[in-house]
């Protein structure tokens, strides 16, 4: 069986996983620990596994490359839409700090439970990280986040996340086969980037 220290290593060979921080986190943050007992052994392969509910826990190259696109840092308030077993939700805990906040958003009952069981293992602090059921609008209308990542694939973008995001921010959100990367430069305007080569559960609300 793989072990965590050899995967982040094949992540960091392949050019994927560059910054330290991130890294730091990918090494702290144990990816066996938010996946079924069923898929224990596979915990450090490079690819997706399920989770339940026909969803899946994302390949670590894939979320590592989204959270490099995303470029979190200590301090940064984020929302992650899509939070599954709560793995991108403790990462990026672990990486913004005492002084950061993470909202983990889950529409799936059993998943909300099974990834605040998960996450509590790293971050008790529910005023700082925690994971609650989506609404029936897309992300937290009325509040703004630096950074957003969404981890199921949108038909379009959504424009309600973009109005969500403070100026200078943050989105990574797949959107049908890319992963698309806005920039907010100003209230009206912000900066997009396709990265196409790219396969999500689709994004349901």
């Known amino acids: 069986m793989k072990d965590l220290d050899s995967l982040i290593d094949a992540i960091i060979i392949d050019r994927v996983l560059k910054s330290r921080h991130i890294i730091e986190a990918f090494e702290k943050v144990d990816r066996a620990d938010f996946v079924p007992d069923m898929f224990k052994e596979a915990a450090y392969v490079d690819a997706p596994l399920g989770i339940g509910e026909n969803q899946t826990i994302s390949q670590p190259t894939t979320?590592?490359?989204?959270?490099?696109?995303?470029?979190?840092?200590?301090?940064?308030?984020?929302?992650?839409?899509?939070?599954?077993?709560?793995?991108?939700?403790?990462?990026?805990?672990?990486?913004?700090?005492?002084?950061?906040?993470?909202?983990?958003?889950?529409r799936i009952d059993s998943l909300i439970e099974f990834g605040k069981f998960n996450l509590a293992r790293y971050c008790q602090d529910e005023t700082r990280c925690r994971i609650e059921k989506a609404g029936e609008r897309l992300g937290v209308p009325g509040k703004k986040f630096d950074k957003i990542l969404v981890s199921a694939a949108a038909d379009e973008l959504p424009e309600e996340l973009i109005e969500q995001l403070n100026v200078g921010g943050k989105?990574?959100?797949?959107?049908?086969?890319?992963?698309?990367?806005?920039?907010?430069?100003?209230?009206?305007?912000?900066?997009?980037?396709?990265?196409?080569g790219f396969r999500f559960v689709p994004l349901v609300y």
């Open 63 to 106: 979320v590592a490359f989204m959270l490099e696109q995303l470029s979190p840092q200590k301090g940064d308030k984020v929302l992650d839409i899509g939070a599954g077993s709560g793995w991108t939700t403790a990462v990026l805990c672990h990486i913004v700090g005492d002084e950061g906040s993470v909202l983990g958003l889950e």
């Open 171 to 196: 989105l990574v959100i797949p959107v049908r086969d890319s992963i698309e990367v806005l920039t907010k430069t100003s209230d009206e305007e912000y900066q997009r980037e396709s990265i196409y």
